[in-house]
């Protein structure tokens, strides 16, 4: 691992499951486990430096060892370092985003890819059909959720753990406290649900229509995102807009059928290349310059 990551750059920790990797100075690079002939990606940050680099780095390991394939989750977020009204930290779904405006996440770009992703469809859309769309699979999943069947379902389960450790018996007491009351007025509790659904499915389309007036939300997913989005994010910009950006990704989100797990199969023979220690140290150097906040890493 040294022969890729420089020691004089990174602090390498191994333990029984794998690796972390972190800067001299305590920032969290990677987190690896080994698992089935495979490299798991557990956690992946910038560092001060680029994921881009970061993964090449990693893959080189791989090939010298010969591990033929890196898994990973994509979840990676933009934090817009701005705050809602209850103060929670606003951050913007970029994977999804990438995925609805370019075809393509960041990871995806690098050669790592799910099993199954209906991200064009959805980007084809027109962006009012999207959002009501949304709300019908979410009225369907209220319906599913809180059906008295799955709910006493729910309340036998609690029963069950409650009888098995008395150490959560009163937390498990007020769930089934309450699981019974839905199932007690259960059609004004989906009512109450449902309102819920169409007041925010409301708001959305109030915020777009405040926010960006001269864009028409029938125009698709791809067209109304590329359309409001700012040519660059920057720490603490338009907040309002990034909040409407990142409430709507999250509106829509459910109709996706993305895979978050990747995978990426590597080609090439084992091999160890002479210079791998200067080149990282080079290229990492290089890249942490010129990284910008628009970066997904």
């Not at 799910?114 to 999207?130: K, M, Y």
């Not at 338009?238 to 080609?267: A, G, R, W």
Request: hydrophobic letters at 35%; aromatic letters at 12%; a neutral charge.
């Amino acid at each position: 691992m040294e022969d890729f990551f420089d020691p004089e750059i990174f602090n390498i920790e191994k333990n029984e499951n794998g690796y972390f990797i972190s800067t001299k100075d305590g920032q969290q690079c990677l987190y690896l486990t080994f698992k089935n002939d495979a490299i798991y990606v557990n956690k992946l940050e910038k560092c001060g430096s680029n994921g881009t680099i970061l993964l090449k780095l990693l893959e080189e390991y791989a090939r010298s060892v010969g591990i033929r394939e890196i898994e990973l989750q994509d979840a990676s977020e933009l934090n817009t370092n701005c705050v809602d009204e209850s103060g929670k930290q606003i951050w913007i779904k970029l994977a999804l985003l990438k995925l609805l405006t370019t075809g393509k996440s960041w990871y995806n770009s690098l050669g790592y890819f799910s099993s199954h992703s209906n991200a064009e469809e959805i980007a084809g859309l027109s962006c009012i059909d999207a959002i009501l769309s949304s709300k019908e699979n979410k009225i369907l999943q209220i319906h599913e959720i809180y059906s008295i069947e799955k709910l006493k379902n729910k309340k036998a389960l609690y029963a069950s753990l409650n009888s098995q450790s008395t150490q959560f018996f009163f937390l498990y007491q007020k769930k089934s406290a309450n699981i019974q009351y839905q199932i007690d007025n259960n059609e004004t509790f989906i009512a109450s649900k449902i309102d819920d659904v169409n007041r925010y499915t409301e708001s959305i389309i109030i915020s777009a229509q405040e926010l960006f007036p001269h864009v028409d939300l029938s125009l698709n997913v791809r067209e109304y995102l590329l359309a409001i989005l700012p040519e660059k994010f920057v720490s603490h910009g338009n907040c309002q807009e990034y909040k409407f950006i990142s409430d709507l990704l999250k509106f829509i989100e459910p109709l996706s059928d993305y895979d978050v797990f990747l995978k990426k199969t590597l080609s090439g023979g084992k091999r160890m290349c002479k210079n791998t220690k200067r080149f990282g140290r080079r290229k990492l150097k290089r890249v942490s310059r010129t990284t910008k906040i628009t970066d997904s890493y």
